[in-house]
Each structure stands twice: as C-alpha cells, then as structure tokens.
C-alpha cells in the first residue's frame, strides 16, 4: 500500500486546511488510517486515526474538538480538516495505514506499518 498525502500550505491562526491522504489499494478500507505530525525538534506525535470498523475516531487533546477525521472509501481517501489552527500547530503531517487492527495501540507509530511522505503545514501568529 502506498499513501499520498496532500494539503498541506501556510496559513494563518485561527485558518483552516485540509489534508488528504490517498492509498494506493482498496484494501485500505479496512485498514486503521492515521495521522501523526512532526515538529521541528520535536518528535513524531499522534494525532488522529479512524477506525473502519464501527468508524470510531480517536483525537490527540491537543487537536480535539478543531480536527476532524474521515474517509472516503469510494475514493481510497481519508482526510483530515482542520479549523481554528494555531502556531503550535506548524509542523510536517504525516498519513499512515494499520493493517493489524489493534485498536488498543492507535495512537502509537510502531503500529502503523505504512506512512506516506508527509505535508508541511505552517501556521503563522
């Protein structure tokens, strides 16, 4: 499986983005899809996943209640919106596949055995 993410641009605080990730294989549908993002300095954190089945989502504190995640299966896409973004909200996101489904360890990148190649977003005060 191979992802594609995109979106990603500058932006200023309190602005909204949206990212998309696309899978290379319809069999993403039932993978786990997640989002993690870097920083610079920093290291690579959750922040998004959903799960296709029962299509449970799973947010970071820091980003609940201003991103959203979803997907559309017909378009082998999951996307992530994100609203009232901040500065501390800068850095490279990542989209990542889970095909071994163990929901209990979402929010962890060991988990995720496929990662696109990241989007920059940067968020200026």
């Known amino acids: 499986v191979q992802l594609q993410a995109s979106g990603g641009g500058l932006v200023q605080a309190g602005g909204f983005l949206r990212l998309s990730c696309t899978a290379s294989a319809r069999t993403y549908s039932r993978f786990i899809m997640g989002w993690f993002r870097q920083s610079p300095g920093k290291e690579r954190e959750f922040v998004a996943a959903?799960?296709?089945?029962?299509?449970?989502?799973y947010y970071a504190d820091s980003v609940k209640g201003r991103f959203t995640i979803s997907r559309d299966n017909s378009k082998n896409t999951v996307y992530l919106q994100m609203t009232n973004l901040k500065p501390e909200d800068t850095a490279v996101y990542y989209c990542?596949?889970?095909?071994?489904?163990?929901?209990?360890?979402?929010?962890?990148?060991?988990?995720?055995?496929?990662w696109g190649q990241g989007t920059l977003v940067t968020v200026s005060s």
């Open positions: 959903y799960n296709w089945s029962g299509g449970s989502t």
């Open positions: 990542a596949a889970d095909s071994r489904l163990i929901v209990s360890s979402i929010r962890y990148e060991d988990q995720y055995d496929y």
